[in-house]
């Protein structure tokens, strides 16, 4: 089965260190769906990080707010999560997929790709 979301980008750093994670979907258009970031940390369950509509409007858990950025690059056709000064409590594995708040929409409901570990390290 073809690959619907692709995520890449993750890795193991240190506190405080930076990561930069890319997403491309493939099944949902962006001006339509938006896109979003969740992750799930180890024995938790998923939680959403940030999400961008295509008005560029964004939103973010509160625990990373300042620290971490989304944004779409039209280009590429990526969305991309800027990590800085990141915390052992951001380790998880993380997903893309369409924006949460339009999942009601059959054109985006959301589909799981396998998704890119962070690991931060003290």
């Known amino acids: 089965q073809a690959q619907l979301v692709t995520e890449s980008g993750g890795g193991t750093v240190e506190a405080g260190g930076s990561l930069t994670l890319s997403c491309q979907a493939f099944?949902?258009?962006?001006?339509?769906?938006?896109m979003g970031w969740y992750r799930q940390p180890p024995g938790k369950d998923r939680e959403l990080v940030s999400t961008?509509?295509?008005?560029?409007?964004?939103n973010y858990l509160w625990s990373v707010k300042g620290r971490f950025t989304i944004a779409h690059d039209k280009d590429a056709n990526v969305v991309n999560l800027q990590m800085n000064n990141l915390k052992i409590e951001d380790t998880a594995v993380y997903y893309c997929?369409?924006?949460?708040?339009?999942?009601?929409?059959?054109?985006?409901?959301?589909?799981w790709g396998q998704g890119t570990q962070v690991t931060v390290s003290s």
């Open positions: 099944a949902h258009d962006f001006s339509t769906c938006g």
């Open positions: 997929t369409t924006n949460r708040d339009l999942w009601r929409l059959p054109e985006c409901r959301p589909y």
């Open positions: 961008i509509t295509s008005a560029g409007v964004t």
